[in-house]
C-alpha cells in the first residue's frame, strides 16, 4: 500500500527519556512534515524538510530534533521528556504541497 | 501570517440533512486548499483538494467550492448520515515560501440517526 506510515502507534514514557518516532513514506514526495496535535485536536508544525532545507518553528523546543536518513524517512528525536510533550504527533509528506498533503495515522505519546 | 478560521466549531445534526462547514483564510495568495476528515483517534484523511484556479471539486456527496477573492471555501455534504460523524479540517497552502499549509481548527459533526 502507497502510504505514510508511522511507529510506534503508541509511545508511554517517562519524564526525562529520550524517544524516537520513525516515520516512512512510499510515495515519493519531496517533502516530509511533523505536526503536534493537542488536547484541543490544533495541528501545529513543528518541522518540514526536503533535501535542500529544514524548516523549524521557532516555537519548538530543541529538545525535538529531526533526522532524515534518506528521501522517504524522517524522524523525530525527542530528549528529555516533559509531562507537556504528550500529545498526538503526526507525519506528512507531499511534493511540495502540490497535490495536496498524506497524512501518518499518528502516535499517541504519554509522558507519565 | 495565514489564519485558517473554522465556522461552526461543532454542529449536531439529524440524518439526512445537507450541510454547510464554512473555511475562511486571510491571505488570499494561496496555491490550493485541501479538506479532510480525522475520525476520533485516528490520522486525516484526504477528501477533497480545490487549486487555486478552480471553483470546485465534488467526490459523491461531498462537494467542496473556493471563493479566493472573499477567503473561503465551503464544504457541502448532502444527505448526512451517521458515518459522517468526525472532525473535518481545512487546510490552505501559501503560493511560496516554505509551502507548509495553514490549518483551522475543525468542526467536529455528529449525525445522529
Known amino acids: 500500500d502507497t502510504a505514510v506510515s508511522q511507529t510506534p502507534k503508541y509511545l508511554v514514557t517517562q519524564m526525562g527519556n529520550d524517544k524516537s518516532i520513525k516515520c516512512e513514506q512510499n510515495l515519493g514526495h519531496d517533502t516530509m512534515y511533523w505536526y503536534k496535535q493537542d488536547s484541543k485536536k490544533f495541528l501545529k508544525i513543528m518541522f518540514s524538510?526536503?533535501?535542500?532545507?529544514?524548516?523549524i518553528n521557532e516555537t519548538v523546543p530543541n529538545r525535538f530534533s529531526p533526522k532524515s536518513p534518506d528521501k522517504a524517512h524522517l524522524n523525530l528525536h525527542i530528549n528529555s521528556l516533559e509531562l507537556g510533550d504528550s500529545a498526538v504527533y503526526f507525519c506528512a509528506s507531499s511534493q511540495d504541497g502540490v497535490y495536496g498533503y498524506t497524512f501518518g495515522s499518528g502516535t499517541r505519546l504519554t509522558v507519565v | 501570517k495565514q489564519e485558517v478560521t473554522q465556522i461552526p466549531a461543532a454542529l449536531s445534526v439529524p440524518e439526512g440533512e445537507n450541510l454547510v462547514l464554512n473555511c475562511s483564510f486571510t491571505?488570499?495568495?494561496?496555491?490550493?486548499l485541501q479538506w479532510f476528515r480525522q475520525d476520533p483517534g485516528k490520522g486525516l484523511t484526504s477528501l477533497l483538494l480545490i487549486q487555486s484556479s478552480q471553483r470546485e471539486q465534488t467526490s459523491g456527496r461531498l462537494n467542496a467550492s473556493l471563493d479566493k477573492s472573499s477567503g473561503r471555501s465551503t464544504l457541502y455534504i448532502a444527505a448526512s448520515q451517521p458515518g459522517d460523524s468526525a472532525t473535518y479540517l481545512c487546510?490552505?497552502?501559501?503560493?511560496?515560501?516554505?509551502?507548509?499549509?495553514?490549518f483551522g481548527r475543525g468542526t467536529s459533526l455528529i449525525v445522529h440517526p
Open positions: 487546510a490552505a497552502r501559501p503560493k511560496g515560501g516554505s509551502y507548509i499549509p495553514t
Open positions: 524538510y526536503n533535501n535542500k532545507e529544514l524548516i
Open positions: 491571505d488570499s495568495a494561496i496555491y490550493n
